[in-house]
């Protein structure tokens, strides 16, 4: 299109430039050529700048691109060989489209987005499962109000078709990823069962009421009942959603129970209908009766049977043909088995609602027989239930850490940065500290109660650890303990220059006050033991903490300087003899060296001189007379031959 726009272009800029009388004008004679000229320049600068934008290389990219997508080239800028470079560059457009709808109509089944569809399509699923029936067995219902039927079942339909779209465009993970490549979620739905069910379910079987009739549309459209695993999916996503989940379940289960009861009541009508109302007394009553002839009657009546049948009350009249019997023996087994089940699971709702309770007062009765059996006295055994119960009142029962330990630890540090990590900040040496150690430090803190009177630290204690109020009063008291010095309260804390161990100071790792609590007070406990656990992999931040420690004593006074120079040349020698160790085990190694080098060559020596010896002994020979008797000959000459080779 854009080649053949062009061609015209330039052919009639060509006839228009014979008679050319002003070249500086659009006006008169060859206007027409200079405007096509004008508009092909502009196309060509529009069309190369679009290019350079499309092609700009990528060098992330390009170390992960094969050799095919390597030689693609910018096109060039003649209009006359540009068709290639279009092609290519609809291609490229084409796919960017194609991946920008993909990250588009792609949903993933945990987004906000599509629980709200679930929330569209669970209506639908449900309108089928409770008024088809109905509508089926109870002809007046279904004959009474047909328009408003037909509207509402083809608006469902609307919904199943629409929900096969979203389907369609569902992502699922893949090697922990997500997957939105919508052709290939088109083709794993595709291959699915669920593609199958929800094909069935969509299928045009009610219009077969053009032949047989509008009173069976409901059986015809029994096959939207397919998409029943939308209706649990809801009630899934909703139960995982809701804050309240055990009274969830506990709603869901009566749901289940009105349907199954509604269902046995319809089925019951139906039957009777087959044998004929009025026939005998088991079946329903006759519709020519005024008291059982209503609409409204005959489905309550039903209702009310089919719930005196199946939760097996009985009380019922009795069945009187054989079909009956079976129809009676029927539904006694589905309330005994479907009806003992909902039974079990609401038994076991409820028991999870007061686990935590049950929990919680085993608690209270092992120590209560604890205190008996060690015949505590009633006064601390009192201040121990009331602890228990503004533990239980205030809903501090909970064991954090038993119950973020399923956690990982990623998702458990983040919990405890939500939870505590403004309570930790306030804290003067933390101010400004590094994020890393403040993540650390955030999930070592463990929570504390203290009853009133309770005292959390007295003056001379070895402190251990820091304590941040999280809620409460404490009270710096006297050495009478009644003498109120000052009043601390919640984001105060106290406690933490002692567990750093600031040389130079004069607290030492002492406290230097009694602090007691007003009432109950919740507190966060940092031991020093986990400060310092942390502070190794951080250096540098143990290094800040320190020196932002040592500032603050410094400016209350607290802090000697003559102790920290002291200490400074402390290091200095500790260092130096460090140094002079090393150089004497480097001399003495050289030494060691030394020695096993001259014994060795020592060794060798006296082996040399010993074979020598041997060698002049054995040449000398010892000569014996005729008469036995062993002679020396030339004995003086060996021995002076063996003493010049000494």
């Known amino acids: 299109m854009c080649d053949d726009t062009s061609s015209e272009l330039q052919r009639m800029a060509a006839i228009d430039r014979r008679d050319i ?83 588009i109509l792609a949903l993933s089944p945990s987004d906000d987005a599509y629980y709200y569809w679930l929330m569209v399509i669970g209506p639908a699923v449900f309108y089928n499962w409770t008024l088809l029936v109905v509508r089926a067995c109870f002809d007046e219902l279904q004959m009474r109000n047909v328009l408003v039927w037909l509207v509402l079942d083809y608006v469902c339909d609307g919904v199943y078709i629409l929900d096969i779209a979203v389907r369609l465009h569902t992502g699922f993970l893949d090697q922990g ?5 919508v052709r290939r979620l088109r083709e794993t739905y595709v291959r699915t069962l669920q593609c199958k069910l929800d094909i069935c379910s969509i299928l045009p079987t009610d219009l077969l009421y053009l032949t047989v009739g509008i009173g069976y549309t409901p059986l015809l459209r029994f096959n939207r009942l397919l998409r029943l695993p939308r209706l649990f999916e809801l009630f899934e996503r909703t139960e995982t959603r809701t804050g309240y989940p055990n009274a969830f379940r506990i709603c869901k289960l009566v749901l289940y129970i009105l349907v199954i009861i509604h269902w046995n009541a319809c089925g019951y009508y139906s039957f009777s209908k087959v044998l004929g109302l009025g026939s005998d007394s088991w079946v329903y009553p006759n519709a020519s009766d005024p008291e059982f002839g209503s609409l409204t009657r005959s489905y309550i009546y039903c209702l009310y049977w089919s719930t005196l049948t199946l939760t097996t009350i009985g009380e019922t009249p009795p069945p009187v043909r054989d079909e009956e019997y079976l129809f009676l023996i029927f539904d006694f087994l589905v309330g005994v088995l479907i009806f003992a089940s909902i039974v079990g699971n609401v038994g076991a709702m409820i028991s999870n609602m007061n686990a935590t309770r049950a929990t919680f007062q085993s608690r209270v009765d092992s120590l209560k027989h604890y205190m008996h059996f060690r015949h505590v006295s009633k006064v601390l055994e009192q201040r121990v239930i009331r602890w228990f119960d503004y533990l239980w009142t205030n809903k501090k029962t909970i064991d954090e850490q038993e119950v973020l330990r399923s956690l990982p630890n990623k998702l458990r540090a983040e919990i405890a940065i939500n939870v505590h990590l403004d309570t930790l900040k306030k804290v003067r040496i933390f101010q400004d500290c590094e994020a890393g150690l403040l993540v650390e430090l955030v999930l070592k803190l463990r929570p504390q109660v203290f009853s009133p009177g309770d005292y959390i630290c007295r003056k001379g204690d070895v402190g251990k650890e820091m304590y941040i109020i999280k809620d409460g009063r404490l009270a710096v008291v006297g050495e009478d303990g009644c003498t109120q010095l000052a009043v601390l309260t919640a984001g105060s804390c106290f406690g933490e220059i002692s567990i750093l161990n600031i040389s130079g100071s004069k607290m030492g790792n002492r406290r230097t006050a009694n602090i007691r609590s007003l009432g109950y007070s919740d507190l966060f406990c940092l031991s020093k033991h986990d400060l310092m656990e942390a502070l190794q992999e951080f250096p540098h931040a143990r290094a800040q903490l320190e020196q932002r420690g040592r500032d603050i004593l410094q400016k209350e006074g607290l802090l000697e300087e003559v102790n920290v120079s002291a200490g400074e040349e402390l290091e200095e020698k500790v260092e130096r003899l460090e140094t002079s160790l090393d150089r004497l085990q480097t001399c003495l190694a050289r030494l060691q060296s030394e020695f096993n080098s001259s014994q060795q060559r020592l060794k060798q020596r006296i082996t040399v001189l010993e074979h020598n010896i041997t060698t002049a002994v054995t040449g000398s020979g010892f000569l014996s007379d005729a008469d036995g008797n062993e002679s020396v000959f030339g004995g003086d000459g060996v021995r002076s031959e063996i003493n010049i080779r000494l």
């Open 21 to 103: 009388n002003s070249q500086n004008s659009f006006r008169g004679q060859g206007a027409l050529s200079r405007i096509v000229s004008m508009v092909m320049t502009l196309r060509e600068w529009a069309q190369k700048s679009l290019a350079e934008e499309t092609e700009r290389p990528d060098s992330f990219l390009e170390r992960f691109r094969g050799p095919a997508h390597m030689d693609i080239q910018a096109p060039s800028s003649r209009f006359s060989h540009s068709h290639t470079g279009s092609e290519t560059d609809h291609k490229i457009r084409r796919t960017r489209r194609t991946r920008r709808k993909c990250k």
């Open 177 to 181: 990823l997500m997957v939105k490549d």
